[in-house]
């Protein structure tokens, strides 16, 4: 199995960038369909982003369109999520996970792999 760490996290002002990352050690990562998910505080957790095994597809949420950019690098067993134009309501635990099926996926009980979280506090 796979085990995944993020980082990246912290505090920044409306309208600033953060750039997670998410590492993989146990298994090579070109294995796993991988998605970025983010809790907000008193919420449920929600789906960010994904992209297939090669990178060729990615699939976002529509809030986050034209800001976040997803991305892997197999040989480096990482996965990154570039956050632009970040809003106070983007606020949240940021996870990422890893999904043994096929087809780039939304739904949350694909993902068969989940890191620890890494915060992210958006300040207005």
């Known amino acids: 199995q796979v085990q995944l760490v993020e980082s990246g996290g912290g505090l920044v002002q409306a309208g600033g960038s953060l750039r997670l990352s998410c590492a993989a050690s146990?298994?090579?990562?070109?294995?796993?369909?991988m998605g970025w998910f983010r809790q907000p505080p008193g919420k449920e957790r929600e789906f960010v982003a994904a992209?297939?095994?090669?990178?060729?597809?990615?699939n976002y949420v529509d809030s986050v369109k034209g800001r976040f950019t997803i991305s892997r690098n197999n040989a480096k067993n990482t996965m990154y999520l570039q956050m632009n134009v970040l809003k106070p309501e983007g606020t949240a635990v940021y996870y990422c996970?890893?999904?043994?099926?096929?087809?780039?996926?939304?739904?949350?009980?694909?993902?068969?792999?989940w890191g620890q979280g890494t915060q992210v506090t958006v300040s207005s």
């Open positions: 146990g298994r090579s990562l070109v294995n796993y369909v």
């Open positions: 992209i297939t095994r090669g990178g060729v597809s990615t």
């Open positions: 996970a890893a999904s043994t099926i096929v087809a780039i996926t939304r739904s949350e009980s694909a993902y068969d792999y």
